[in-house]
């Protein structure tokens, strides 16, 4: 006989507590807390005794799991070079950003292959599907398609016949069991389903792919107990303003993690992206005040970014400070050092900044580019045309160098870059490609004095600016010489 008892979860964490509450004691979310049922056996049973298991050492031979490639090879990049069978995947975005549409694009890339893959739809009908796969011109392929939602039916009809290769639930919080009396999307269904589904694909050496909803901060929604279950976890990010998308990977247990592909969004589905630097750069042929080239690294991928800056007087008792693609307190920061290190006083102008084309730049090899942008802003003196620029300052005013500084500069070489400015010391040295130049600094007051000496006729005429303006933005340790240079 079974007793039927009721708990509270956290809808937010997955903490238990055995009455409701307003607020979680765990994470701190208000009203997140709802009551599930729990049946509990009764009786005095035995447990069942334990079987003894073999422990061996970490010295032995390990083969690399095998893969399955999907035939899209910006997904394939992230994923470490395809999917592994028996593994489990979570992809997780924001509405409407494209994970349906990558994923039917590369089950229908794989079936063209000959493996069985089956797409299982919890939240669209089966003619929503087809109606998707025919815009985006896959029509033909041979993918098994599912409408349900219930999990037993789900492992019944995949247990029937021989494995699938590949299966996409889409997605995993529209999921429910009977074995759980509860609503679908609450934790203990999500928890359950998916240790049921994952438990299914070990078994039968399927690779089981997982879409999973995001909340308002952009996290995936449930527990973080279900992102420790799978063995890879990728975000799919974008802009609804523009047209490309980000594949990113934080989690996995077979390839790299920090890896990026990007793809664009058009008529028909998601294509790759070949020269994604080309992507994130606006046109280089007529140097503008405020704009510099970063050369970053998305995972083992160099990528070139566009560094927009924009510094004007204010009107307001405070100052503005904008931000878009970039943190906000690293901007702080950045201005802080900007004024006790160098002089360079934007207390009375509204700071605004922006990545071209909607990137997201999270390293902080990126602050010599901004820290340029915002003088060259400030002063109207454009950067040397076709150059690039990555380092870490500190607090101190000192420019510090950054890893993979190789593989920047020969990205920026392969696009037709000329000049490189960076932080370079210790045991990151770094050899210039033949057909670019390159001015390592060391701090950021040579970065100004070199901004603040371009000459005003290098310029465009709305760049132009007299010598006491360069001098008013100039600190004062900064030697008369340095400026003729």
């Given at each position: 006989?079974?007793?039927?008892?009721?708990?509270?979860?956290?809808?937010?964490?997955?903490?238990?507590?055995?009455?409701?509450?307003?607020?979680?004691?765990?994470?701190?979310?208000?009203?997140?807390?709802?009551?599930?049922?729990?049946?509990?056996?009764?009786?005095?049973?035995?447990?069942?005794?334990?079987r003894r298991i073999t422990l061996t050492g970490l010295k032995g031979e390990a083969e690399a799991p095998p893969r399955l490639a999907t035939g899209i090879g910006e997904l394939d990049r992230v994923t470490g070079g395809g999917l592994v069978p028996g593994s489990a995947l979570l992809v997780?975005?924001?509405?409407?950003?494209?994970?349906?549409?990558?994923?039917?694009?590369?089950?229908?890339?794989?079936?063209?292959?000959?493996?069985?893959?089956?797409?299982?739809?919890?939240?669209?009908?089966?003619?929503?599907?087809?109606?998707?796969?025919?815009?985006?011109?896959?029509?033909?392929?041979?993918?098994?398609?599912?409408?349900?939602?219930?999990?037993?039916?789900?492992?019944?009809?995949?247990?029937?016949?021989?494995?699938?290769?590949?299966?996409?639930?889409?997605?995993?919080?529209?999921?429910?069991?009977?074995?759980?009396?509860?609503?679908?999307?609450?934790?203990?269904?999500?928890?359950?389903?998916?240790?049921?589904?994952?438990?299914?694909?070990?078994?039968?050496?399927?690779?089981?792919?997982?879409?999973?909803?995001?909340?308002?901060?952009?996290?995936?929604?449930?527990?973080?107990?279900?992102?420790?279950?799978?063995?890879?976890?990728?975000?799919?990010?974008?802009?609804?303003?523009?047209?490309?998308?980000?594949?990113?990977?934080?989690?996995n247990r077979f390839g790299a993690t920090d890896e990026i592909g990007v793809f664009e969004m058009s008529d028909g589905g998601l294509r790759e992206v070949e020269n994604p630097s080309a992507l994130f750069m606006g046109e280089r042929d007529d140097p503008a005040p405020g704009s510099a080239?970063?050369?970053?690294?998305?995972?083992?991928?160099?990528?070139?970014?566009?560094?927009?800056?924009?510094?004007?007087?204010?009107?307001?008792?405070?100052?503005?400070?904008?931000?878009?693609?970039?943190?906000?307190?690293?901007?702080?920061?950045?201005?802080?050092?900007?004024?006790?290190?160098?002089?360079?006083?934007?207390?009375?102008?509204?700071?605004?900044?922006?990545?071209?084309?909607?990137?997201?730049?999270?390293?902080?090899?990126?602050?010599?580019?901004?820290?340029?942008?915002?003088?060259?802003?400030?002063?109207?003196?454009?950067?040397?045309?076709?150059?690039?620029?990555?380092?870490?300052?500190?607090?101190?005013?000192?420019?510090?160098?950054?890893?993979?500084?190789?593989?920047?500069l020969k990205e920026a070489a392969k696009l037709g870059f000329e000049h490189a400015i960076f932080a370079q010391g210790g045991s990151q040295q770094v050899t210039i490609p033949g057909e670019m130049t390159g001015r390592p600094v060391s701090n950021l007051a040579d970065l100004v004095a070199?901004?603040?000496?371009?000459?005003?006729?290098?310029?465009?005429?709305?760049?132009?600016?007299?010598?006491?303006?360069?001098?008013?933005?100039?600190?004062?340790?900064?030697?008369?010489?340095?400026?003729?240079?």
């Open positions: 006989m079974a007793k039927v008892t009721s708990k509270f979860v956290c809808q937010a964490c997955g903490a238990e507590t055995r009455k409701w509450s307003g607020k979680c004691e765990s994470c701190g979310e208000w009203n997140s807390i709802s009551e599930e049922a729990v049946t509990s056996a009764l009786g005095g049973g035995v447990a069942p005794k334990g997780g975005g924001d509405p409407g950003i494209g994970k349906s549409t990558i994923l039917l694009q590369a089950v229908a890339s794989l079936s063209k292959a000959g493996p069985r893959v089956v797409y299982i739809s919890g939240e669209e009908s089966i003619a929503q599907v087809r109606l998707r796969a025919e815009r985006l011109g896959i029509a033909d392929a041979d993918v098994l398609l599912a409408a349900e939602t219930n999990v037993p039916d789900i492992l019944a009809t995949l247990s029937d016949g021989p494995a699938p290769a590949v299966v996409v639930i889409d997605s995993i919080q529209t999921l429910w069991t009977p074995a759980i009396e509860s609503a679908p999307g609450t934790v203990s269904q999500v928890r359950a389903t998916s240790e049921a589904l994952i438990r299914f694909a070990k078994q039968r050496s399927t690779c089981l792919i997982f879409v999973g909803h995001v909340t308002k901060e952009g996290q995936i929604a449930g527990p973080k107990v279900i992102e420790h279950m799978v063995d890879t976890v990728l975000y799919f990010e974008g802009e609804r303003g523009h047209q490309f998308r980000i594949l990113r990977a934080v989690k080239v970063f050369a970053g690294m998305e995972g083992t991928r160099p990528l070139l970014v566009e560094v927009q800056a924009l510094v004007a007087p204010s009107a307001l008792g405070t100052p503005r400070r904008a931000v878009v693609g970039w943190e906000a307190s690293r901007l702080s920061m950045v201005l802080a050092v900007l004024e006790a290190h160098c002089g360079v006083v934007m207390a009375g102008h509204d700071v605004y900044l922006n990545v071209a084309g909607g990137m997201k730049v999270r390293e902080p090899a990126a602050d010599l580019a901004v820290a340029a942008a915002l003088v060259s802003s400030l002063t109207g003196a454009p950067l040397p045309r076709n150059s690039v620029l990555f380092g870490e300052i500190s607090l101190s005013g000192a420019a510090r160098p950054v890893t993979h500084g190789q593989a920047r070199m901004i603040a000496a371009q000459s005003p006729s290098q310029g465009p005429p709305q760049a132009q600016v007299g010598e006491d303006v360069l001098h008013e933005f100039m600190p004062s340790s900064v030697p008369e010489a340095q400026l003729a240079q």
